[in-house]
């Protein structure tokens, strides 16, 4: 038997570290660089549904009507800082165009394909942790103050019936049935079945993290500051750590909203933006969200976790080195007293953390072009969390110079 092929996997969040599990069954030695603990960026505050039927991107025809009022509204789902416009502005016109009528099924079964697997392969992550109960089954339930809404003749719902998406309307009986503590101003849901859920996500992927420690990977706690591609093939990391700089075979970039700016050196530019989200938990809250719960009017996430009940969601377009505005997750406080009004909100706690988000609501999963020892894990924007145990599987077989049984072509680091 040859030396043991060396990876080196640049960011713990759930993505880098999903990755060093799969890179760890393929047989390769695995390092993993990252300044901070595993699983402390976006993937530790999301709202934990594990969306494994998810396959409607964001960007979808005529999206561009609703913007207006939800930039107008201070506490609308969208907050575009206005000194960031401009620089927003050719994302912003790609987002559109990957919303296109003609474009959005092919990008639906590309999300499918990664999200489909994802419950079976954090349960096969999770054997031998003695912690599988961080990933419970649970339902998707969207709920609706008019349930003229909940409609499931509209484009959204349809996109996923015919892909064969389990979904059931239900009227306000059920609903309340369901989650008890609702509001009774809900009138009617769509569920969303089949599906599982987080109970303390950052918690999740330290588990992963742990386990993959404990079948020999390294976590050096540095900066990547750069990745030099070697000319005989491998690639060096630099680093700000003691370790300094070190040398693989393959490096997986997959360092979340901050992957660009480690490409862009090497003449590799992709349209990443950032996308910051917030959350605030409820910590002795007093009622119970049963299920994954979606807000359809204010789109936020409310999951009774481990740590309390966490109502997580809205996007800020400011740029990725933007300071938090931590008043976008005060506002959580009272569209929880709309979806559970005997909420206790006097213990709270607020987060931010930043979705790496493609127009097409879409990761890079590939080599780079032209520095092929570089494999891209990247841009799972609102999905990450479900996505990343695919990714991880994909970036593992490319790694070890297989052909994954799957159209790679819709992640592609150059489609843009
Ligand atoms: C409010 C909110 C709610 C969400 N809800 C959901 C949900 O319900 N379901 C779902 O599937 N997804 C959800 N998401 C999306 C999901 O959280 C992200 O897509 C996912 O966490 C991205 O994972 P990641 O590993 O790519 O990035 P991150 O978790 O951000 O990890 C990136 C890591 O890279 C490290 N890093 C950065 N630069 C360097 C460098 N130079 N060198 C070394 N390391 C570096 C960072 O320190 C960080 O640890 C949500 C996101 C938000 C913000």
């Given at each position: ?89 050719p994302w912003a016109l790609k987002f559109f165009r990957a919303g296109a009528a003609d474009r959005v099924p092919a990008i639906a ?308």
């Open positions: 038997m040859g030396e043991m092929r060396q990876a080196t996997v640049v960011g713990a969040g759930i993505v880098g570290v999903c990755a060093a599990l799969s890179l760890l069954e393929k047989g390769f030695a695995v390092r993993v660089v990252d300044p901070d603990p595993p699983a402390d960026g976006a993937s530790y505050g999301n709202a934990g549904v594990i969306s494994c039927w998810a396959c409607v991107p964001q960007a979808v025809p005529g999206i561009w009507k609703n913007v207006p009022k939800w930039l107008l509204d201070p506490e609308g789902p969208i907050f575009l800082r206005p000194a960031y416009a401009l620089r927003a502005l079964d590309a999300m499918l394909a990664l999200n489909h697997p994802t419950i079976d392969l954090y349960r096969g992550h999770l054997a031998g942790t003695g912690r599988d109960d961080l990933v419970r089954d649970s339902c998707y339930v969207h709920v609706f103050r008019d349930p003229a809404m909940a409609d499931l003749n509209r484009y959204e719902w349809r996109l996923r019936a015919e892909r064969g998406v389990p979904l059931r309307r239900v009227d306000a009986g059920e609903l309340h049935e369901i989650e008890p503590d609702l509001s009774p101003d809900y009138t009617a849901g769509i569920l969303v079945e089949r599906q599982a859920r987080a109970v303390d996500p950052g918690g999740l992927g330290k588990v992963l993290a742990e386990k993959a420690a404990s079948l020999g990977a390294e976590f050096l706690r540095a900066r990547a500051r750069r990745l030099i591609p070697r000319e005989g093939g491998g690639c060096a990391v630099e680093t700000d750590g003691a370790a300094g700089t070190v040398e693989a075979d393959i490096v997986v970039l997959a360092a979340g909203a901050w992957s660009a700016r480690l490409l862009a050196p090497l003449g590799v530019t992709v349209p990443l933006e950032a996308e910051h989200g917030y959350h605030m938990i409820m910590r002795d809250p007093g009622v119970t969200a049963n299920n994954s719960v979606l807000d359809m009017g204010h789109k936020f996430v409310a999951s009774t976790m481990s740590m309390g009940l966490r109502c997580a969601g809205t996007v800020e377009f400011a740029g990725l080195d933007a300071a938090p505005n931590y008043a976008r997750a005060r506002v959580f406080e009272r569209l929880a007293k709309r979806l559970f009004p005997a909420v206790n909100t006097a213990d709270t706690e607020e987060w931010r953390g930043t979705r790496p988000s493609f127009p097409d609501s879409l990761p890079c999963i590939g080599p780079v072009p032209g520095h092929p020892s570089i494999i891209t894990a990247f841009g799972h924007g609102h999905l990450g969390l479900t996505m990343g145990p695919k990714t991880g599987q994909l970036v593992a077989a490319l790694a070890a110079g297989e052909t994954p049984n799957m159209d790679m072509a819709p992640y592609r680091v150059d489609r843009f």
